[in-house]
C-alpha cells in the first residue's frame, strides 16, 4: 500500500496554506484574558484550542492587565496539545497594537496564532501580518510562524470574505462571528445562533456558505461561533450539528459542559472513519500492480474510484486527528 498522507495534510488544502496550519480545531475555547481562575482551568480542559480573549470578555478598563495575564499563562502555563491563540482587539479600537506588541513581544515563542475580531477587508489582514513580522524580526522569532484567524462579524466583512481569505500567508481560519453579525443586519433575535422567528428556512445557510467556500477555496480551515445559552446542550448540538453537516471543521465553546460535544459532532463517527479507512486501502490495492492497475473497483456493492478516495482522504485525515484507532482491516479481493 502506499503511504498515507498525515491527519493534517489529509485535510483539504488547494490553496497556498502550509499544511502545517491545518490543526484539529472540533473546539475553539474562549477563556477571559482577566480571570486567573479560568486561564488555570482551561489548561486541562479536553478542547483541541484555547483562545485567551482581549476583546468582548474584557471590559475597557481591564484590557491593559490582561495582556500581561496572558504573557504570564503562556509562558508558564502547561497548554500541551492545545492550539494557543489570543483574541485581540479590532482595528478600530485604541488598543490592537498594544495587544499585540504585548503579547507577541512576551510570549510570541509560546503562541500559536492571533485572532482578529471584526474583520471588514483584507487590508487589515495585511496591517496585522506587517506588525507581526517587524515584532518577529526585532525579537529573533522565526518570522511567518505565529499564524492569522480572522473573524467575520458584519456584511461588509462578508462581501469582502474571500479576499480576506487569501490576504495573507499566515492565515489559518475563518471564523463566523455571529452576534455581531446578527446586530449588523438587524436580524429579528436576541438568540446568538437560534434561527429567528417568522423566517421558516435556515437563515444562516448563505452565511456559512459563503464563509466555507471562501476557507476551502484557499485552503483554510472553517470555525463557527458560539453558541450562548451554555446549559442548553441540546440546542448547542443542534446548532454544531448544522455547521458540520456542511463541513466546517470547529465551533467555539463557552464552557466546558460544550467541550466533549464538539468534539464528538465535528469527528467522524467510528463507522466512517473505518469506511474511509476501507476505500483508501482499497483503492490503493486496485490502482496497484498487482491489484491491476483499475481505475475504479468495487468494495462490497459500492463502486469506488479517485473522487471516493478524496472524499475518503478528508474524512480518514480529521477520524486520525481526533485520534480514532481503527477496527476492521482490507482483506484482499479473492481474483
Not at 36 to 59: S, T, Y
Not at 244 to 270: M, R, T, Y
Request: net charge negative; with cysteine.
Amino acid at each position: 500500500m502506499t503511504a498515507r498522507p498525515s491527519p493534517t495534510t489529509a485535510l483539504p488544502a488547494s490553496g497556498p496554506a502550509a499544511p502545517d496550519r491545518l490543526r484539529p480545531r472540533r473546539s475553539c475555547l474562549a477563556v477571559p484574558g482577566s480571570n486567573p481562575r479560568f486561564l488555570e482551568k482551561a489548561q486541562g480542559l479536553p478542547a483541541d484550542q484555547v483562545f485567551l480573549d482581549l476583546e468582548d470578555a474584557c471590559a475597557p478598563l481591564a484590557k491593559p492587565g490582561a495582556r500581561h495575564t496572558i504573557v504570564k499563562f503562556l509562558n508558564e502555563g502547561d497548554w500541551s496539545g492545545k492550539t494557543r491563540v489570543v483574541r485581540v482587539n479590532d482595528w478600530t479600537t485604541e488598543w490592537t497594537y498594544r495587544d499585540v506588541v504585548t503579547v507577541v513581544e512576551g510570549a510570541g515563542q509560546n503562541l500559536d496564532c492571533l485572532m482578529l475580531p471584526k474583520v471588514q477587508d483584507a487590508q487589515q489582514i495585511v496591517a496585522l501580518d506587517l506588525l507581526l513580522t517587524q515584532i518577529e524580526k526585532a525579537m529573533g522569532f522565526e518570522v511567518g510562524r505565529i499564524g492569522i484567524e480572522a473573524q467575520i462579524e458584519n456584511a461588509r466583512g462578508l462581501t469582502n470574505v474571500d479576499a480576506i481569505a487569501q490576504a495573507s500567508p499566515r492565515l489559518e481560519t475563518i471564523v463566523f462571528g455571529p452576534a455581531d453579525f446578527m446586530a449588523s443586519i438587524n436580524m429579528k433575535t436576541l438568540v446568538v445562533g437560534e434561527q429567528p422567528p417568522g423566517y421558516p428556512a435556515d437563515a444562516y445557510h448563505y452565511i456559512l456558505m459563503k464563509i466555507l467556500m471562501a476557507a476551502r477555496a484557499h485552503g483554510l480551515q472553517a470555525i463557527d461561533g458560539p453558541y450562548l445559552q451554555i446549559r442548553n446542550v441540546d440546542g448547542f448540538r443542534e446548532v454544531a450539528g448544522r455547521a458540520a453537516a456542511l463541513g466546517f471543521d470547529g465551533k467555539w465553546v463557552l464552557h466546558p459542559g460544550q467541550v466533549e460535544a464538539s468534539n464528538e459532532i465535528f469527528s467522524p463517527s467510528q463507522e466512517d472513519y473505518d469506511h474511509a479507512e476501507l476505500i483508501l486501502d482499497a483503492y490503493d490495492y486496485c490502482t496497484s500492480e498487482a491489484g491491476g492497475k483499475k481505475g475504479s473497483a468495487m468494495l462490497g456493492d459500492e463502486m469506488i474510484d479517485e473522487a471516493s478516495r478524496k472524499m475518503a482522504l478528508v474524512v480518514s485525515g480529521k477520524g486520525r486527528a481526533a485520534g480514532l484507532k481503527r477496527t476492521s482491516s482490507f482483506e484482499i479481493p479473492e481474483a
